[in-house]
């Protein structure tokens, strides 16, 4: 399967805790973003990288949120000192180019407790 | 970022032609139209995209009318498993120079037998 591949696909945590989530997109696609979906809303923009560089970040990625792509391929997407309110499905996609067709991840599911 | 409008369910009935239509009043001179579709616990899987007029490809039609300030995705003989939630998006870039992919609530078509 050479889609967009995210990990873990669910995690339950307790509140205060660190959580990492991992994305790797497809090879060739130099631009990666995140994205925040919670039930009944669509998707919210979180960060986008485009190879390595981190070059916009959503008011909505408060201090505790950090995101990395170390080298252009993987990315991670840490949440420090978790709260209930982070319960989200976080969604990866990459693309190869402005304006082009995006492809997602199947998500990572977090639920604080 | 243009805003998008379109309406909050459909239902229809196996073997129709549904329409959703999508309202992007502000859209700008260099916005595409791009329609994703998701299923629960799934990232969204793009659809269609376009610029002007009309734009179809196996899956779907998409129409859009000379001012661009709607568009409509068209989808022949819908069957049970069309059953999703149909997101509209104007994508433009911002100030970063990404193309910020900013998703509404969403259409959430129910097919019925």
């Known amino acids: 399967d050479t889609g967009v591949s995210q990990n873990p696909r669910h995690k339950i945590t307790k509140r205060g805790q660190n959580v990492t989530f991992r994305c790797d997109p497809i090879?060739?696609?130099?631009?990666l973003y995140w994205y925040r979906q919670t039930l009944g809303q669509g998707p919210e923009f979180l960060t986008y990288?485009?190879?390595?560089?981190?070059?916009?970040k959503s008011r909505l990625l408060s201090d505790r949120f950090s995101a990395e792509r170390p080298k252009g391929s993987f990315s991670t997407l840490e949440i420090q000192r978790t709260e209930q309110g982070d319960s989200a499905m976080y969604l990866c996609?990459?693309?190869?180019?402005?304006?082009?067709?995006?492809?997602f991840g199947q998500g990572t599911r977090l639920t604080v407790v | 970022l243009a805003k998008t409008t379109q309406p909050i369910s459909m239902d229809s009935y196996e073997g129709q032609e549904v329409n959703i239509t999508c309202s992007h009043n502000?859209?700008?001179?260099?916005?595409?139209i791009t329609w994703y579709q998701q299923f629960p616990s799934q990232g969204p899987r793009f659809i269609i995209q376009?610029?002007?007029t009309k734009v179809t490809n196996e899956v779907a039609s998409l129409f859009i009318p000379a001012d661009r300030k709607s568009s409509t995705l068209s989808l022949p003989r819908v069957s049970l498993s069309d059953t999703a939630v149909y997101y509209c998006?104007?994508?433009?870039?911002?100030?970063?120079?990404?193309?910020?992919?900013?998703f509404g609530k969403g259409t959430k078509l129910s097919v019925i037998p």
């Open positions: 376009g610029y002007k």
């Open positions: 990288f485009q190879n390595e560089a981190q070059l916009e």
């Open positions: 090879s060739e696609h130099n631009r």
């Open positions: 998006l104007v994508g433009g870039y911002s100030g970063a120079g990404s193309y910020q992919l900013t």
């Open positions: 502000n859209i700008a001179t260099n916005d595409y």
């Open positions: 996609a990459s693309s190869p180019g402005a304006g082009t067709e995006a492809f």
